[in-house]
């Protein structure tokens, strides 16, 4: 089992729409969790940090974490087609485990 | 731009050829870290400094990869004899020491070994 499994996309949805992406991770000790988005051909940025249970909401994006289902997600309301991008889910544990990413394409 | 910085961008060798590259943290950052990314996977671990000390490195891919932060600042990563297989996307970053520490990666160094 991989320690960070990330819903297979690709993923497309309509400009507007809200894109939702999954995340699962095998270490239950885990205590912190980001999202990174990365275009193509360039390196990860972040976009999300939560730490703790419930949601967490920075502007058109918001993550949940659900500690006791070893389960993060991301939303993203209103997509833009700036949007487009692979998503990477992280476990903190001094060094980040990733998975494999989720590929989003926001059709105009 | 006080971001992390990597140099060179891109690195074209021959099999065989060794080479290094150069990570500079955010000024005030003290835990550094190098990841490996291929087509199509998220990054991989690689190994991580917490100012001059390298404090994890046995994820290393083999004794020809090594890194140094000699002086708790810059860090250089150096891959001897170098394979097809060393062909990635090498990425650097840099979070300060914490519980959470968040990590800033700086935008890689492509490495074609031909």
């Known amino acids: 089992q991989k320690e960070v499994e990330q819903n297979s996309g690709p993923l497309s949805v309509p400009e507007g729409a809200i894109a939702s992406l999954n995340c699962t991770y095998s270490d239950r000790g885990s205590q912190s969790f980001f999202w990174y988005r990365q275009y193509s051909g360039k390196s990860p940025e972040l976009i999300m940090s939560i730490y703790s249970n419930g949601d967490k909401e920075d502007g058109r994006f918001t993550a949940q974490l659900n500690k006791a289902s070893q389960y993060v997600s991301l939303l993203i309301r209103d997509s833009q087609p700036s949007d487009s991008a692979t998503y990477l889910c992280?476990?903190?544990?001094?060094?980040?485990?990733f998975g494999a990413g989720t590929t989003v394409t926001v059709r105009a | 731009d006080t971001g992390v910085s990597q140099n060179p961008r891109h690195k074209i060798t021959k099999r065989g050829q060794n080479v290094t590259f150069r990570c500079d943290p955010i000024?005030?950052?003290?835990?550094l870290y190098w990841y490996r990314q291929t087509l199509g996977q998220g990054p991989e671990f690689l190994t991580y400094?917490?100012?001059?000390?390298?404090?994890?490195k046995s994820r290393l891919l083999s004794d020809r990869f090594s890194a140094e932060r000699p002086k708790g600042s810059f860090s250089t990563l150096e891959i001897q004899r170098t394979e097809q297989g060393d062909s990635a996307m090498y990425l650097c970053?840099?979070?300060?020491?914490?519980?959470?520490?968040?990590?800033?990666f700086g935008p890689g160094t492509r490495l074609t070994v031909l």
């Open positions: 992280a476990v903190n544990d001094y060094k980040l485990s």
């Open positions: 000024s005030e950052h003290n835990r």
């Open positions: 970053a840099s979070s300060l020491d914490g519980r959470y520490n968040e990590q800033f």
């Open positions: 400094f917490q100012n001059e000390a390298q404090l994890e």
